[in-house]
């Protein structure tokens, strides 16, 4: 017991150094799971087709994450700005990296305006096919 209390004394100068390095680091980002399916589309849309994703948004505004998409022949996919119900501007353009998988391109953030938007839950994916041009499934990113 004296030895672990000889230890306690040697460390504890260094306690506040140590708590204000790990207050001062960025808070670490959460991974968002997303479903996508075709009755979250404005209008609905009926179609088999569905999809996961993933998204992370930094403290920074960098964002990572993709879908895999099941059950469609993707024409293209995006992350939109708009609250549920309605829809919105590209945000960020997904790219295809593997069969039916769409991923964020690397180094893609957010303007500030987009951020606030991903906070308050106004991002959605949306997964577009050759049938569907405004979208075929949708599923909206809520933090």
Do not use: C, F
Not at 8 to 34: H, T, Y
Not at 79 to 94: C, Y
């Amino acid at each position: 017991m004296l030895k672990l209390m000889r230890v306690i004394v040697q460390w504890l100068p260094a306690v506040p150094g140590v708590l204000a390095i790990l207050l001062a680091a960025p808070a670490l980002a959460d991974e968002i799971r997303v479903t996508l399916s075709g009755s979250h589309e404005i209008p609905p849309v009926t179609t088999p087709a569905t999809a996961t994703g993933t998204i992370t948004v930094g403290a920074d505004k960098s964002v990572s994450g993709s879908v895999t998409v099941t059950g469609m022949a993707v024409a293209a996919a995006h992350i939109h700005e708009a609250p549920a119900g309605k829809n919105g501007p590209v945000a960020i353009a997904l790219v295809k990296t593997a069969d039916n998988v769409w991923s964020v391109p690397p180094g893609a953030r957010l303007s500030d305006a987009q951020y606030e938007s991903y906070k308050a839950g106004n991002l959605y994916y949306n997964v577009h096919s050759a049938a569907y041009k405004s979208g075929e499934i949708r599923g909206q990113i809520k933090p």
